[in-house]
C-alpha cells in the first residue's frame, strides 16, 4: 500500500517562499517518478511539476517555470517542493502524487494513481 503525506504548507506573504515535503512510503521509492499538483478553490486540479526516479529530469507547469523547484532524496524516500516569489494565485491545495508503474513521468493527473491528502497553500497579497 502506497502512501503518501505532505508537509510544509501555511500562510506566507506574496514574494515570499515555502518548501513542501512528501514523504512516501510501500514500496521502493527510487524506482519510481513522482508529481506535484494543486487545485485552487472551484477549479480544477493543475500539474505543478514531476521529477523522474533517479531526479535526472524534472518538468513543470507554465505558471510555475522559473519559481519553483522540485527535487528528491531517495535515501529518505522524500520529494520536495521549493516555492519561490509566490504569488496569490498559488494559493491552493497542494498534493504530491505517485504513479502506479516505473519508467514514466506522467505530467498529467490521469497518470497518477496515489495520491497524498493534501496540504494547504495561502499566499496573502
Known amino acids: 500500500q502506497v502512501q503518501l503525506v505532505e508537509s510544509g504548507g501555511g500562510l506566507v506573504q506574496a514574494g515570499g517562499s515555502l518548501r513542501l515535503s512528501c514523504a512516501a512510503s510501500?514500496?521502493?521509492?527510487?524506482?519510481?517518478?513522482m508529481g506535484w499538483f494543486r487545485q485552487a478553490p472551484g477549479k480544477e486540479r493543475e500539474f505543478v511539476a514531476a521529477?523522474?526516479?533517479?531526479?535526472?529530469?524534472?518538468y513543470y507547469g507554465d505558471s510555475v517555470k522559473g519559481r519553483f523547484t522540485i527535487s528528491r532524496d531517495n535515501a529518505m524516500n522524500t520529494v520536495y517542493l521549493q516555492m519561490n516569489s509566490l504569488k496569490p494565485e498559488d494559493t491552493a491545495v497542494y498534493y504530491c502524487?505517485?504513479?502506479?508503474?516505473?519508467?514514466?513521468?506522467?505530467?498529467?493527473?490521469?497518470?497518477?494513481?496515489?495520491w497524498g491528502q493534501g496540504t494547504q497553500v495561502t499566499v496573502s497579497s
Open positions: 502524487a505517485a504513479p502506479a508503474y516505473s519508467m514514466i513521468v506522467p505530467t498529467t493527473k490521469g497518470g497518477y494513481m496515489y
Open positions: 510501500g514500496r521502493t521509492f527510487s524506482d519510481y517518478a
Open positions: 521529477i523522474s526516479w533517479s531526479g535526472g529530469s524534472t
